[in-house]
């Protein structure tokens, strides 16, 4: 049976990647830009094709020109199991809504999508053809159409078995595509400073997307290092600062990071980065500083705290001690040396973290980053929690067979009150996940069990 037609349908046409990643990203942008999501509206799990109710067409717009997690978006005509009942929903859709596109002077064409089978040209024409009961007065032009209409068929998820018919037809006039392309122009093969960590592209923009991050805004990187995650906010036109323990990643200096290159050169920095895709005017400063021992004064500071903080796997977890921290077995240092580097436990981290959020963060601004967990232990009472914040999403994303990252979306609800306060209704709180403080043992296991496999297997 075809869906009933409501005003201000939409069909989202969903990239096939990070798929847990996509609703938080479209839900994010939608409250961005004036509108909602809500649980009523229909979702279809791993599927491309969503059916959204959006306020407006600028909306749509908008949200196109920020997600990289949709591809195209539609104005939804039609909708049925069957080409039949595609066609009994097209009549019913109101004639006074079509006719602005379909008007004499106007010039169309019409695009044919499948999702899982390809059709042969004359199966294509023979679609197209059906349509003809459309009062389209207009004329065909296949290079520079004033308006673009698609039919688009869902053939389901599995390759090896690819029905007959179509689960799902839609038709729908297009509206906007999505920016795909970022994932390319802004790929870390191409950047002219990077490191062991950088993060990928397309992450990066989801993570700016999760945080709602928008032109103006101030948005923080408390473990910097060459400044990924800072390229993607500036992109959206937010300033961005940051900070990173290690002095020789802050500088540029020191060994690089690409093959067959022994020293990064005077150009690869922070600030280059940003000079390259033509951002420098958003970038404020990074400074070396310890996040376990932010310098800031109290207030509140930033729109968004966008991180990905080092899990001990490629970049160690460092931070600065003291004279009363160093072992009794070393000799006691002068005063003028600079304190030693000491281990820095995951769980007190991400302890540090949350709190300098709930402080620094505007109300309503949000902390988006990644938490590394061994997944045969995770529970989600892992998630760290703060009384300032809510969560908003958790997304996981695997490593390995035994190991994942999450990326978690926090906001900022509440007013913070007293640091040492929520020191002591935390401490207890963070006890599950303390067990993750050897994360890059049970990362490693996982290689050592296979190698012994291989080699037992090798053996016999």
């Not at 005003?7 to 969903?14: P, T, V, W």
């Not at 067409?57 to 908008?62: D, G, M, V």
Request: charged content about 25%.
């Amino acid at each position: 049976m075809a869906l009933p037609c409501t005003l201000n349908r939409y069909l989202l046409l969903m990239a096939q990647e990070h798929l847990e990643f996509r609703l938080p990203e479209i839900k994010s942008l939608l409250s961005l830009f004036g509108g909602q999501f809500t649980s009523s509206q229909e979702t279809y799990g791993k599927s491309p094709f969503w059916i959204l109710s959006i306020p407006s067409e600028e909306i749509a717009r908008n949200l196109m020109k920020r997600t990289v997690c949709a591809k195209s978006i539609f104005e939804l005509w039609g909708h049925g199991k069957s080409p039949e009942e595609l066609y009994s929903s097209l009549k019913n859709y109101p004639v006074e809504k079509m006719v602005p596109f379909l008007h004499s002077d106007s010039t169309y064409k019409i695009k044919i999508h499948t999702f899982n089978k390809t059709l042969t040209q004359e199966e294509k024409v023979k679609r197209i053809d059906a349509l003809e009961f459309l009062p389209f007065e207009g004329k065909v032009n296949l290079k520079k159409p004033q308006h673009i209409f698609s039919i688009l068929e869902d053939y389901g998820l599995d390759p090896n078995r690819i029905p007959e018919n179509p689960h799902n037809i839609y038709f729908g006039r297009w509206i906007a595509d999505g920016q795909r392309e970022l994932i390319e122009s802004y790929s870390v093969k191409k950047r002219l400073f990077i490191g062991n960590t950088s993060m990928d592209a397309g992450l990066s923009f989801i993570m700016a997307n999760h945080g709602k991050v928008k032109a103006n805004d101030i948005v923080f990187d408390p473990f910097v290092g060459t400044g990924g995650l800072l390229i993607a906010s500036a992109h959206f036109g937010a300033y961005v600062y940051g900070t990173d323990i290690d002095y020789n990643t802050v500088h540029g200096l020191g060994k690089a990071s690409r093959k067959n290159q022994k020293w990064r050169g005077p150009d690869e920095n922070i600030r280059a980065n940003l000079r390259q895709y033509g951002l420098e005017k958003y970038y404020l400063d990074v400074l070396v500083s310890d996040a376990s021992k932010p310098s800031w004064r109290k207030g509140t500071y930033f729109d968004a705290i966008i991180t990905d903080p080092p899990y001990g796997i490629r970049e160690s977890t460092r931070r600065t001690g003291s004279q009363k921290e160093i072992s009794k077995g070393i000799e006691k240092c002068p005063e003028s040396h600079v304190p030693v580097s000491l281990s820095y436990h995951l769980s007190d981290m991400y302890f540090d973290l949350l709190n300098f959020a709930a402080e620094t963060l505007v109300l309503g601004g949000r902390l988006v980053y990644w938490l590394p967990v061994y997944t045969p232990e995770y529970t989600e009472e892992m998630v760290p929690w703060h009384p300032c914040l809510e969560l908003i999403s958790n997304c996981e994303q695997k490593l390995s067979s035994h190991t994942s990252r999450r990326l978690i979306t926090m906001e900022k609800v509440k007013k913070f009150e007293n640091r040492d306060q929520y020191s002591h209704l935390l401490s207890d709180h963070f006890l599950p996940y303390q067990g993750h403080n050897s994360f890059r043992e049970k990362y490693f296991s996982g290689v050592t069990k296979r190698i012994a496999k291989e080699e037992k297997s090798s053996q016999e």
